[in-house]
Nanobody
Framework: QRQLVESGGGLMQAGGSLRLSCVAS????????MGWFRQAPGKSRELLAA????????YYADPVKGRFTLSRENAKNTMYLQMDSLRPEDTAVYYC????????????????WGQGTQVTVSS
């Protein structure tokens, strides 16, 4: 049984918005830092945003800073990624991961991964 499940992906025009959700179960959520990653065709997986267990510490990669907002709702075992001002270059498969902050964000080592959700942004 997969312990992280993403949803909310789809097709959107440039400039639009999408909200991704990641629902976690069991050890995949409690006490863990979490992050959103993406992988575009022919490229390696990259960390976009990450959040500590308490939610007090967040990290955003430069390509999404100011456009994407990460949050988590621990009572619902859920993490969200609000994506605004979408661009065609945001097209990728988006994954959520959970695990440990090794030193400080963005140094996140994920022990659990979701199956991914496709986001496609048309121009």
């Amino acid at each position: 049984q997969r312990q992280l499940v993403e949803s909310g992906g789809g097709l959107m025009q440039a400039g639009g918005s999408l909200r991704l959700s990641c629902v976690a179960s069991g050890r995949a959520f409690s006490g863990n830092a979490m992050g959103w990653f993406r992988q575009a065709p022919g490229k390696s997986r990259e960390l976009l945003a990450a959040i500590s267990w308490s939610g007090e510490t967040t990290y955003y990669a430069d390509p999404v800073k100011g456009r994407f907002t990460l949050s988590r709702e621990n009572a619902k075992n859920t993490m969200y990624l609000q994506m605004d001002s979408l661009r065609p270059e945001d097209t990728a498969v988006y994954y959520c991961g959970s695990g440990r902050i090794m030193t400080r964000l963005p140094d996140l080592k994920c022990d659990y991964w979701g199956q991914g959700t496709q986001v496609t942004v048309s121009s």
